[in-house]
């Protein structure tokens, strides 16, 4: 392998080759960023949408391209294999292969306070918490679900590790009371093919968690956090074996950008807000978290005040994170000059940072959410925003063409069963999230509608495009 295939060239264009080793060559995305800058939608990618009937209930529940299809699954208030309810607010999700050949899934619940629903219990006073599923590839058949972890709180969104597990990510810092009995704002660990040993992985910092994707060379844990002036954070495990074994967290410090107005002249920090451009790159380096569990309750700084104290980078809520070929892949959902979001490249080999997307209307692409790269190099964005009122599923290819994959079309008729058991006939403005390849066969995506709560297998042509 040839230096420049290590450092990108190899991934479909994504990442541009250095010159002199100061600055990135112009990328596709480049003339992307001139045409979405006119408020074009860009690319047919499969072709246009239409209502597609699910297998399972029959009903025309996503608007898909032609020749594409989805079998739903795991509705909220179904009964588990284990005999336990589904629960509801579905959020997160990544896909796992053993050697059976059956896909395993993690599933986040992204609930707040109340009793939990299912055993390995962290808090009696908290709700949320994750379900796992079992999908058969070649028979197309979902096959059971059952409960792992209960007891904690906002669990919105997470990532895989190479434990073949699933970090789960707690989007709060609430402490004791209103029945809660643990504080909160952790990450807990999921195996694909069991249940959580409901440890806080504490040393990952306490905050506002969103996301997480671990980077396969170094086993470095890259942190997303939602807020509108959140910080991006690496772990460096002690044990990539243990994670609660601890380890070093740190946060993302910009030191060289094109546009010198967004740096603060008193600490140092770079504003990625506004201010910036498709192609963008920034150098960058690590300042310590001196505590990451921080005393909030008491008054002691937030991990985001101490990182942003030595110069630590402003992100406006950054939310989906996913790895690809040693690259990290990370979402600013409310960032850019139209607040509709931007999509960040993270080289963790190089410390380098790239503006690869920045939203420039709802009407193109409404605050992105979960983030997944495809086994075909493509980036599929699920949507929290919406336009018009229908939540959107896009394709970003690595040529610079941005596509609507899908749309969420989950109605009732007034007075029908579905429309009586989740109380409303019109969920198509409810987010989409927890999108997830099943990587070796590449024949299956998986996906969410958080409410009324279901899960999707969706498959298709998929070598007609990008995804």
């Given amino acids: 392998m040839t230096d420049l295939q290590r450092k990108g060239?190899?991934?479909?264009?994504?990442?541009?080759?250095?010159?002199?080793?100061?600055?990135?060559?112009?990328?596709?995305?480049?003339?992307?960023?001139?045409?979405?800058?006119?408020?074009?939608?860009?690319?047919?990618?499969?072709?246009?949408?239409?209502?597609?009937l699910?297998?399972?209930?029959?009903?025309?529940?996503?608007?898909?391209?032609?020749?594409?299809?989805?079998?739903?699954?795991?509705?909220?208030?179904?009964?588990?294999?284990?005999?336990?309810?589904?629960?509801?607010?579905h959020d997160g999700m990544a896909a796992f292969r053993p050697r059976d050949g059956k896909v395993r899934l993690v599933r986040n619940h992204e609930k707040g306070n109340g009793?939990?629903?299912?055993?390995?219990?962290?808090?009696?006073?908290?709700?949320?918490?994750?379900?796992?599923?079992?999908?058969?590839?070649?028979?197309g058949q979902w096959l059971s679900s059952y409960a792992s972890l209960s007891g904690t709180i906002r669990n919105c969104a997470g990532g895989p590790t190479l434990r073949n597990s699933w970090l789960s990510c707690e989007e709060t810092t609430r402490g004791v009371g209103e029945g809660r009995t643990q504080l909160h704002g952790y990450n807990f660990e999921v195996p694909a093919d069991g249940v959580s040993n409901v440890v806080p992985l504490k040393a990952m910092g306490r905050f506002s968690h969103e996301a997480v994707a671990q980077d396969v060379s170094t086993g470095i844990i890259y942190e997303t956090e939602d807020t509108g002036d959140s910080a991006l954070y690496r772990f460096i495990p002690n044990s990539r074996q243990d994670f609660a074994a601890g380890g070093r967290l740190e946060a993302m410090k910009i030191t060289t950008a094109r546009n010198m107005a967004m740096f603060n002249p008193v600490t140092g920090s770079y504003d990625t807000r506004t201010g910036q451009q498709i192609d963008d790159v920034y150098d960058v380096e690590w300042v310590p978290v001196a505590e990451p569990d921080p005393d909030l309750d008491g008054g002691a700084p937030s991990t985001r005040a101490q990182a942003q104290a030595l110069g630590a980078a402003l992100i406006e809520r950054g939310e989906g994170a996913w790895e690809k070929d040693g690259l990290i892949y990370?979402?600013?959902?409310?960032?850019?000059?139209?607040?509709?979001?931007?999509?960040?490249?993270?080289?963790?080999?190089?410390?380098?940072?790239?503006?690869?997307?920045?939203?420039?209307?709802?009407?193109?692409?409404?605050?992105?959410?979960?983030?997944?790269?495809s086994p075909r190099g493509g980036i599929l964005l699920c949507e929290d925003g919406g336009f018009e009122g229908v939540q959107r599923l896009h394709g970003l290819s690595p040529d610079g063409e941005i596509f609507k994959f899908a749309e969420n079309n989950v109605t009732f008729a007034a007075g029908s069963p579905l429309a009586l058991r989740y109380g409303d006939t019109d969920f198509r403005d409810q987010e989409w999230c927890g999108g997830c390849f099943e990587t070796r066969a590449r024949?299956?995506?998986?996906?969410?509608?958080?409410?009324?709560?279901?899960?999707?297998a969706i498959t298709g042509p998929w070598q007609s495009s990008i995804l």
């Fill in 9 to 52: 060239l190899s991934r479909r264009g994504f990442l541009g080759a250095t010159v002199g080793g100061a600055a990135l060559a112009a990328s596709p995305f480049s003339l992307f960023g001139t045409r979405a800058a006119l408020g074009e939608h860009v690319g047919d990618g499969y072709g246009p949408l239409q209502p597609t």
């Fill in 443 to 456: 024949r299956w995506l998986f996906v969410n509608i958080q409410t009324p709560g279901i899960t999707f």
């Fill in 54 to 89: 699910d297998e399972t209930t029959g009903l025309p529940l996503i608007k898909l391209p032609a020749g594409f299809s989805y079998i739903s699954y795991g509705w909220t208030g179904d009964p588990m294999s284990d005999g336990i309810p589904t629960p509801s607010s």
């Fill in 115 to 139: 009793a939990p629903f299912g055993p390995a219990v962290y808090d009696p006073g908290a709700a949320g918490g994750t379900t796992n599923l079992e999908f058969d590839p070649i028979a």
């Fill in 330 to 373: 990370f979402i600013s959902t409310s960032g850019g000059e139209a607040n509709e979001g931007q999509v960040f490249e993270l080289d963790p080999a190089d410390d380098r940072l790239r503006l690869v997307y920045e939203s420039p209307s709802a009407e193109v692409l409404s605050n992105p959410d979960n983030i997944t790269v």
